[in-house]
Each structure stands twice: as structure tokens, then as C-alpha cells.
């Protein structure tokens, strides 16, 4: 999978970090929980990103063809793609940003009011 794309879109959503974790998975995440998953050893792995949805979401998407819940956690509404074009681009990008805003939507008040600043200017 062509792994650019996804990083951009990630990095460019506010206050998002990534980090590897087991070992090949590339995770972004926000107010340290996960909203996106991208496989980067995925020729030998079964899915090639995972996200978060909506229950209603998640309900429809499973029905498309190279959807499947995520392992380990569709019962958190998480679905995984099969192969990068399971879905069209644009599509991923919009599901990327829902899931995003659901897990920022679930931080603790306090951490919501944090990340709501703007972000702290490095000084040269």
C-alpha cells in the first residue's frame, strides 16, 4: 500500500501523532488513542489499514466488498480494508477524518480542551 497519501491526510488533521507499534502497523493517533491504522507489511497480512466508524457506518461499509470488521476491535466499530482501492481514495480520506473526530469526541473534557488550543509555535 502506498502509504504517503494516508500519512498526509493524518498529519495534516490537528494535534495527530503516529508511532509503530507490533512491530509493522503504522498508528496515528490523538490525545493518545488510536483513529487510524495503516499496515505497512501488508503483502503478508490479511488488511491493509483500519479506522474507526459509527455503528450505522460500520453496519454498511462490511457490506461492500474488501471491508471486513477489524480484527481485535470490530466491536468498537473499527473496519478494515482488504487492498488500498477497496474504497475510493476520497471516501478513505472522509472515513480517516469521521474517525479522527469520533475519538476526539470520547477524550476526557479536559484533554478536548487542550487539543482545542492552537498548537504552540517552536521557537527558531
Known amino acids: ?3 504517503d497519501w494516508v500519512r498526509a491526510h493524518c498529519m495534516a488533521l490537528p494535534h495527530t501523532t ?7 502497523d503504522l498508528v496515528f493517533k490523538i490525545g493518545g ?6 499496515v505497512l507489511g501488508a503483502p503478508h497480512h490479511k488488511v491493509v489499514m483500519s479506522f474507526k466508524c459509527t455503528p450505522e457506518v460500520f453496519a454498511e ?13 470490530a466491536r468498537s466499530h473499527w473496519v478494515a480494508l482488504e487492498h488500498e482501492d477497496a474504497l ?14 469520533l475519538v476526539v469526541a470520547k477524550l476526557p473534557k479536559k484533554k478536548q480542551a487542550e487539543l482545542a488550543k492552537p498548537p504552540k509555535k517552536k521557537k527558531a
Open 1 to 3: 500500500m502506498n502509504v
Open 18 to 24: 503516529e508511532e509503530i507499534l507490533w512491530g509493522d
Open 33 to 38: 488513542k488510536m483513529y487510524a491504522v495503516v
Open 61 to 73: 461499509l462490511v457490506e461492500r466488498p474488501g471491508v471486513i470488521p477489524a480484527p481485535y476491535s
Open 88 to 101: 475510493p481514495r476520497t471516501e478513505i480520506k472522509r472515513l480517516i477524518s469521521r474517525s479522527y473526530e
